[in-house]
């Protein structure tokens, strides 16, 4: 059985920073491309950030030079280091595979950022 477990959210002012981690269990990490998403009040989930297997990146043009994506396949985690932080990025973060599965979706974690 796969689980996703997000930490790392919580309540910060515009312009700070937060890291956000993953452990994953019950798949192959290393073999998965992987993935941030997020979803606001009102709207749809969407994607974040993603890393492949092998380490290359891409990122949603809002979060372009603010967020960074990284893995450990050794620890089977995927991390989110979140810069310059604003108002519009608040939203519950969730880790998932690229593309995501529906049934590994996890409980997410909070961001909230103050103007």
């Known amino acids: 059985q796969v689980h996703l477990v997000e930490s790392g959210g919580g309540l910060v002012q515009a312009g700070e920073s937060l890291r956000l981690s993953c452990a994953a269990s019950g798949i192959i990490f290393s073999n998965n491309a992987m993935g941030w998403y997020r979803q606001a009040p009102g709207k749809s989930r969407e994607l974040v950030a993603l890393i492949t297997s092998g380490g290359r990146t891409n990122y949603e043009d809002s979060v372009k030079g603010r967020f960074t994506i990284s893995r450990d396949n050794a620890e089977n985690t995927v991390s989110l280091q979140m810069h310059l932080l604003k108002p519009e990025d608040t939203a519950v973060y969730y880790c998932?595979?690229?593309?995501?599965?529906?049934?590994?979706w996890g409980q997410g974690t909070q961001v909230t950022v103050s103007s």
């Open positions: 998932n595979t690229f593309p995501s599965q529906n049934v590994y």
